[in-house]
């Protein structure tokens, strides 16, 4: 007889979500998860809660409001006299944020009577998986299981030729200096590098990122990406684009790194250096080998559209299987995978998960590009509208960026929403939505949206679809 209905490995959004909802279904469930936090103490949560979005947004939340206090509150007549930052106290709040949202986890867990079993979990065959704990000297302890979810996640690249030097840090490391770094270095112009070089910057960094291809976020909407190149740029980072890096060399006082692009080869010198190139899955360490489990050269776990593996009765989600590395992608995949386990038929729209950069002003997008679509030969209308154009923008001060749709021509059906301004991972929902319901460019523009709101730029850009935009 089995110990458990299901074992889920992996704690973060897609496997704590998939345990929690496995027991709501009323199958017996275990969660193994192996992180422990900086005091040596097991964490729920994986890296979203303990080292990834949540610290990373609390960071970004802290640092925007100095940002704002030193650049734009006396256009508010708000006087700040002799103003500054204590990083002991901004990490420190960084750090309740992060035990409040994983203390929580472990509550929900005994709330639904989720096991969770502390320590490393690998397969072991036959549906079996064997827990090591972090004890030194322990035994390790196999449990048997009709179903397990795979949920490993992924860590950090690491770059060959890279020395191991305290002043060169993955995302981890960026999330806990205890001191501004007069200079920093950005290896990497995604997601990670473009937040947390956003956190150093405004505190004063002086920020440079290295972006190894020749356009700036080549996977987004070109015209807006342009717009979050020029507005970082004014905000004081320094983004270098065909920047090839050739070697980086640390010594007691900085750090080198020599990189060639169009004009020739390049020294750049920093205090700390932060490399932000991708992400790679876990699934090295599962004992894939020796259970057989199907695994492809990148180290994605190979499965089908319902996430299962090769492996009768064995499941993997969220990083470390195909598609967009994102929790909340990682989540819908779980709650799918427990749902299917109990015998329903859940579906995961994977065209419609939402993308964000939480840089200020935001960026968020949903469905094609403009050159995804061009490149495919889809005939599409666009309507674009700028926050500038926006009464609620215009009161708080947050006038950058604009709002795209894109909408098959002979259906008006909306293909693609791109939102880069204020609030935009908020803002982004809407279209998601609409989407979901295979929605037109003019459902969106015959909605009343409350006024004055940041929505309503979603609402125009709707209605400039069809050339009718009210306020430009």
């Avoid at 900086?38 to 080292?51: D, H, Q, T």
């Avoid at 004009?263 to 699934?283: F, I, M, Q």
């Amino acid at each position: 007889m089995a110990d458990f209905d299901v074992i889920v490995i992996g704690g973060g959004p897609g496997g704590y979500v998939a345990a929690i909802r496995c027991a709501q279904l009323g199958l017996k469930t275990a969660c193994v998860d192996e992180y422990v936090n900086e005091k040596g103490a097991p964490s729920l949560g994986g890296v979203c809660l303990n080292i990834g979005c949540i610290p990373s947004k609390a960071l970004l939340d802290t640092t925007h409001h100095y940002y704002r206090a030193q650049h734009e509150f006396a256009d508010h007549g708000i006087k700040t006299k002799d103003l500054s930052i204590n990083i002991a106290t901004m990490m420190k709040r960084k750090k309740k944020v992060v035990d409040t949202l994983t203390e929580g986890v472990s509550m929900l867990f005994l709330k639904h009577k989720v096991t969770w079993l502390k320590g490393r979990g690998v397969l072991a065959g036959d549906n079996r998986v064997c827990v090591t704990e972090h004890v030194k000297g322990a035994e390790s302890q196999e449990y048997q299981a009709n179903n397990i979810i795979i949920a490993t996640g992924s860590t950090p690249v690491e770059l060959e030729g890279v020395p191991d030097d305290d002043k060169i840090v993955n995302s981890t490391g960026a999330l806990s200096f205890d001191e501004v770094p007069k200079r920093l270095g950005v290896i990497g112009g995604g997601v990670v590098g473009l937040e947390l070089g956003s956190v150093w910057s405004r505190l004063g960094s002086k920020t440079t990122v290295l972006v190894r291809g020749d356009k700036f976020l080549k996977t987004v909407d070109q015209q807006i990406a342009k717009a979050v190149q020029a507005d970082l740029e004014q905000q004081g980072m320094k983004i270098c684009i065909g920047a090839k890096l050739v070697s980086v060399k640390a010594t007691a006082k900085q750090v080198t790194v020599i990189y060639k692009d169009a004009e020739g080869e390049k020294k750049l010198h920093v205090d700390r250096l932060l490399v932000a190139t991708g992400r790679t899955p876990n699934s090295g360490d599962l004992g894939v080998d020796v259970v057989g489990l199907a695994v492809d050269r990148r180290g994605f776990i190979e499965v089908d559209d319902d996430c299962r593996t090769n492996l009768p009765g064995v499941y993997a989600i969220g990083d470390v299987v195909r598609g967009p590395m994102l929790a909340h992608k990682a989540s819908e995949e779980g709650v799918a995978v427990a749902e299917r386990i109990a015998g329903q038929q859940p579906e995961v729209n994977y065209g419609v998960i939402p993308f964000v950069v939480y840089t200020w002003p935001e960026l968020a997008w949903v469905g094609a590009t403009r050159e995804q679509l061009q490149a495919d030969g889809v005939d599409f209308k666009e309507g674009v509208f700028p926050f500038a154009a926006n009464g609620r923008a215009h009161a708080s001060g947050d006038t950058n960026g604009l709002v795209k749709i894109l909408s098959e021509a002979k259906t008006d059906k909306i293909i693609g929403v791109h939102i880069y301004g204020p609030n935009a991972s908020e803002l982004i929902s809407e279209a998601v939505i609409a989407m979901e319901y295979s929605a037109s460019a003019e459902d969106i523009a015959r909605i009343v949206h409350a006024h004055p709101t940041l929505s309503e730029a979603l609402h125009e850009a709707a209605l400039a679809v069809d050339g009718r935009t009210i306020h430009i």
